[in-house]
């Protein structure tokens, strides 16, 4: 019998961006059989007895002829399950089961999806990552699995057909049961629909801790908090992203590609429209933060891309681990290369660190006694000091409410006040640092903090009075000016005044109690 | 040089062993310690009446070898040690009339010290911060009245006790539980350097190599109350050393001051039992130079009248507010918070600029209060 040839376009994941792959089924007589060929990887190759059992439940045949499918480019590893879809619809072609209508252009039409034996489509890993690549790359359709259709609804001037069953790709190829391309989401409509994980009315008392945590929103300041266990560290954390603007369209496809590519999307969500946060445990290693594994596979800096990541513990991470932290808190990115591939993923997160006083934890508490010797509070604070303490720029004590506060009081105030404070700032920032490179306050550099933090005098004054009295260091003489920057865009005024850099001066009350002589 | 071998001969003295009564004895028959060693190099006894013990007279031959004397030379030479024996015109005289005083101390720094009125302050090693905060400010307040301030340079009240003497003027005295060559603890180096070029005392009674033995410690707690005029306690658990400094001070005759401590904490339940007992009560430096006649030696002027003049700079209606609600004791910043029903930012900047001023003090727990007149900020 004559040979038979299909070709058909599929799509492979590396790091964060798709590849084209060209699946090629060639069909010829001989001995019966089936190769996969073009660097598969186990899940590929197995991949030949989840298509000829779907095949065949979908009512077509699988005649008894020699096979070979080559997955071209055939120098890269093709790994994962999505290309089953692609490969059984070039069977299906090459063995002239189909016959597909001249109006579906396959030199334009991506496929990726993977099968269970009965014929069902299952959703896949990377299918945003994909589709966007696929975009750029000038292709027009794309068949994919419905469980990924939400993830990839907003992306422009592509036909997106969702599908369910095998059965109902053969239905629209063929013509017989045309699918409607999905209708495009607009990413505003699904912002609307946002919803907030822990809100800031939950959280009682702690005026001073909330104050801090607006302050870190609005200007993009990583913080610390010192708190004794059961102190709402956690919680306060937690409400961070309701009160960050929400992500934007771009900062959405960049963060749900991460999540995307992980495998952390739910089936059927869509585009994140929520900061995403990430509270890794303290026993994380360094390639779990940073990302790793045979396939560099991102860590959790970058799935807390345009989000939060939120180290409690901070003294109980490897020392490896926090060292590790400081290129991507610096960059924003994050290269992670390993023997069978390298990756570059962003990482640009809002780090919030908590952390005890002190190894029991109760050191200046008025709840319990703490009952650690001096030096053990020493070594307990010595393991986070140095330069991860230089890129924090807020330090903030949180003191736990007792039982009757919490109780008594009236319900504080929300987190979409807060947001909207917080919104305002931001956009004050943006206003002022269009073209600079720079998007928030956190990421001045000392030029910066020179070309755009202009003080009145008696604020300069008061600033180096308390340099002076206070004993604060230069970086936090810097630091000090950045969130002063902050609450003079957070109260709308142009210039930093006294009453901002008195305020900021408060949030380096770790400095002057714990990190100073003379305490312990 | 020729101190140096006098030390040393001491330092050989004292490294048998023998009972504090002993070397009296000894060194009542023969004050010059050289002689006590050329005595005992060519007649194998030491001056005076009593027998030597043989295990004692192995132990003294061993050590007069020439090896183990340049082995001493060399640290009294390097950490520049001197002694002093009970003999001596340069012995501490608030020793002498005690029962087990110290026959032999080795010392660095300046004698004098000790002649000036003094207090003997102690207080656990893991105290609260309360009591190491309070330990300071009347250790300072003391000093500034020309107190000396005898402690055993051990973390905690101990260190609080020398830092606050050496910031209220004072020469402060430490008393160390092993050689005087050791850094013990380690962590107070810094601040046994600074007691030692402000002036002051650090003294031993236990040869220079001897390491810091866990026993020592208790036994050497009898030096610190015998030292001082009169014991602080400033915090002490039940079982403690501190607890053994307060059995020596009574049986040495010094009045026993013990600071209220926190009710119910076992931090400070050893407080709260001498008390009971009827130890004397008191909760500034005033009370107890009052009840040890101190005060007509008050030559306190400078500091407050500085103070004063900083609080003359008018406060800000808000400052007031604050300043009002910390009368009453320290505040937490929720409480102030609610209390003055003031927005977080405002009170946030209000507590920064009494800060600065020196007029509030934070304190670890988000907690604020009035700083004492001392001026923290000094």
Known sequence: MNEMMAHILAFGVSGVSGFPVQVEVFSTGGMPGMEVIGLPDASVRESRERVNAAILNSGKEMPPRRITINLAPADTKKEGPGFDLPIAVGLLAANRQIHIIPSIDLSKTVFFGELSLDGRIQPVRGALAMAISASEYGYTDIILPAGNAMEVACIQGMNIYPVCHLKEVIGHLEGTLPIRPQKQMDYEELKRHRTVAVDMSQVKGQEGARRALEVAAAGGHNMLMIGAPGSGKTMLARCLPGILPPLSFQESLETTRIFSIAGKIAPGSGLMVERPFCAPHHSASVASLIGGGMNAAPGEVSLSHNGVLFLDELPEFSRGALEALRQPLEDGVVTVSRVRNQACYQSSFMMIAGMNPCPCGYYGSRQRECRCTPQEIRRYLDRVSGPLLDRIDIQVEVDSVPVAEIRSSAPAESSAAVAARVEKARILQMDRYAGSGFFCNAQLDNNAIRKYCSMTQEAENLLHLAVEKMSLSMRAYHRVIKVARTLADLSGSDRIGMAEIAEAIQFRELDQKYWRNGTL | ?378
């Open chain 2, 1 to 378: 040089m020729n101190t140096d071998c006098r030390t040393a001969a001491l330092a050989w003295l004292s490294s048998a062993g023998l009972a504090p009564e002993y070397l009296r004895e000894v060194l009542e028959a023969e004050p010059d310690p050289e002689r006590i060693l050329m005595h005992f190099q060519s007649r194998g006894e030491l001056p005076g009446e009593r027998p030597l013990p043989e295990k004692i007279r192995r132990m003294l031959k061993k050590n007069c070898q020439s090896d183990q004397m340049s082995f001493w030379t060399g640290l009294i030479e390097k950490y520049q040690i001197k002694g002093m024996t009970v003999t001596g015109e340069d012995y501490p005289g608030r020793l002498l009339p005690l029962s087990e005083s110290p026959a032999i101390l080795f010392y660095q720094g300046s004698p004098a010290a000790a002649d000036r009125p003094s207090a003997a302050m102690v207080g656990s090693r893991s105290a609260s911060y309360k009591g190491l905060d309070a330990a300071r400010r009347i250790a300072e307040h003391l000093s500034r009245n020309g107190i000396a301030i005898v402690s055993g340079l051990a973390y905690g009240i101990d260190a609080a006790a020398h830092q606050g003497c050496l910031k209220g003027g004072s020469p402060t005295i430490a008393i160390l539980g092993c050689g005087l060559d050791q850094d013990y603890p380690q962590e107070n180096a810094q601040l046994r350097r600074e007691i030692l070029s402000r002036g002051g005392l650090v003294l031993s009674e236990y040869p220079p190599g001897e390491k810091p033995l866990g026993w020592h410690f208790p036994y050497r707690n009898r030096i610190i109350s015998g030292m001082g005029d009169c014991l602080i306690l400033m915090e002490a658990r039940i079982r403690s050393g501190s607890m053994t400094s307060v059995q020596h001070a009574l049986n040495q005759g010094r009045d026993v001051f013990v600071y209220p401590g926190e009710p119910g904490s076992p931090k400070s339940e050893g407080n709260h039992q001498l008390l009971r007992e009827g130890a004397i009560y008191f909760t500034s430096a005033e009370d107890i130079m009052e009840d040890m006649g101190w005060l007509d030696k008050n030559n306190d002027v400078g500091q407050n009248s500085d103070h004063q003049a900083e609080s003359a700079v008018r406060n800000s209606p808000a400052e007031e507010q604050v300043l009002h609600r910390l009368k009453d004791g320290e505040q937490g910043f929720d409480q102030l918070c609610e209390a003055l029903n003031m927005p977080a930012a405002m009170l946030n900047a209000t507590l920064s600029l009494l800060q600065i001023r020196g007029l509030i003090q934070a304190l670890p727990g988000k907690l604020y209060r009035i700083s004492d007149q001392a001026g923290n900020f000094a």
